[in-house]
């Protein structure tokens, strides 16, 4: 299984970024799909996650503000982030994992992409 996530990058307070993670190995819509990142000098968190009915689940201070999506026939899930806030400064990675359940544990990883808020 591959996952490769993208567009992250250098945005202001208020911006929008719409993050995506392409899939490849085995067949996407069995699996659910989640986003987690990691700030710098911190632990990885949960960010958002979406079954493979299109239930989502997503900590609460993103609630509001971030939409996660998937595309089946795409092989990619997408994070759509709005009203960006410093503090969502971080690498964020895209994962994958079997079963019913939001919650870990992961299969899959991705190698990241960084996204970057200034004030």
């Known amino acids: 299984v591959q996952l490769q996530a993208s567009g992250g990058g250098l945005v202001q307070a208020g911006d929008s970024l719409r993050l995506s993670c392409a899939a490849s190995g085995r067949t996407f819509s069995r699996y659910v799909m989640g986003w987690f990142r990691q700030a710098p000098g911190k632990e990885r968190e949960f960010v958002a996650a979406i079954s493979r009915t299109g239930s989502t689940d997503y900590t609460e201070s993103v609630k509001g503000r971030f939409t996660i999506s998937r595309d089946n026939a795409k092989n990619a899930v997408y994070l759509q982030m709005n009203s960006l806030k410093p503090e969502d400064t971080a690498v964020y990675y895209c994962?994958?994992?079997?079963?019913?359940?939001?919650?870990?544990?992961?299969?899959?990883w991705g190698q990241g992409t960084l996204v970057t808020v200034s004030s």
């Open positions: 994962a994958q994992k079997g079963g019913f359940g939001l919650l870990g544990p992961y299969d899959y």
